[in-house]
């Protein structure tokens, strides 16, 4: 990262630390794992009368534990694909730091899309035994809410630089490269 305020552009740097990369690695496949056992488990023999006394299926009760491991990825992972995307821009410090904060506001929210549909076979009936049903969309309501609001305010900070990046890298792929003033000659 630069650190001159003058220079506001954004621009790709092949960098990544060994550690982030390692981290972002070992939970994927620490991941993949354990919903490997968690489908090995739906497959043993008389696992579904272990629960019988539950108003949930089994399948419910797999999805919801699926669920609780993807959810706890993502927001383990959060911070590693800020520190991630940081460390492949180069640009103002302030900037790529928006840049990379960006990436894990949307890895938090899409960690709220996931839960709020994983977790709902379990816990809406349970809520709509008390007669709070609302109250479960009420709350992934405001919980997505809050971290879209995160995002927009993060995005709307690098909109330039990026829009900037994204355009000098679709010119160059496209063969171009020419500014507009050249272009209206």
Same mark, same amino acid.
């Given at each position: 990262?630069?650190?001159?305020?003058?220079?506001?552009?954004?621009?790709?740097?092949?960098?990544?630390?060994?550690?982030?990369?390692?981290?972002?690695?070992?939970?994927?496949?620490?991941?993949?794992?354990?919903?490997?056992?968690?489908?090995?488990?739906?497959?043993?023999?008389?696992?579904?009368?272990?629960?019988?006394?539950?108003?949930?299926?089994?399948?419910?009760?797999?999805?919801?534990?699926?669920?609780?491991? *993807?959810?706890? #990825?993502?927001?383990?992972? =959060?911070? %590693? !694909? /800020?520190? &991630?995307?940081?460390?492949?821009?180069? $640009?103002?410090?302030?900037?790529?730091?928006?840049?990379?904060?960006?990436?894990?506001?949307?890895?938090?929210?899409?960690? *709220?899309?996931? #839960?709020?549909?994983?977790? =709902?076979? %379990? !816990? /809406?009936? &349970?809520?709509?035994?008390?007669?709070? $049903?609302?109250?479960?969309?009420?709350?992934?309501?405001?919980?997505?809410?809050?971290?879209?609001?995160?995002?927009?305010?993060?995005?709307?900070?690098?909109?330039?630089?990026?829009?900037?990046?994204?355009?000098?890298?679709?010119?160059?792929?496209? $063969?171009?490269?020419?500014?507009?003033?050249?272009?209206?000659?």
């Amino acid at each position: 990262m630069v650190d001159s305020d003058d220079d506001r552009s954004l621009r790709f740097v092949p960098a990544a630390e060994e550690s982030t990369v390692r981290r972002v690695v070992a939970v994927c496949l620490g991941l993949v794992g354990l919903l490997f056992v968690l489908g090995l488990v739906a497959l043993l023999p008389g696992a579904d009368r272990l629960l019988d006394a539950l108003t949930v299926s089994l399948v419910t009760v797999l999805v919801a534990a699926a669920t609780a491991l *993807v959810v706890g #990825a993502l927001v383990v992972l =959060a911070p %590693a !694909v /800020r520190r &991630l995307v940081e460390q492949s821009l180069g $640009g103002t410090d302030t900037v790529v730091q928006h840049v990379g904060a960006s990436a894990m506001y949307l890895v938090r929210f899409v960690a *709220v899309l996931v #839960a709020y549909e994983g977790f =709902a076979g %379990a !816990v /809406r009936p &349970l809520f709509a035994a008390f007669d709070i $049903g609302g109250l479960y969309d009420l709350g992934f309501l405001a919980l997505g809410l809050l971290v879209l609001g995160a995002l927009v305010r993060r995005l709307y900070r690098c909109w330039a630089p990026v829009t900037e990046l994204v355009t000098a890298y679709v010119t160059d792929a496209l $063969g171009g490269g020419q500014t507009d003033a050249a272009e209206s000659r």
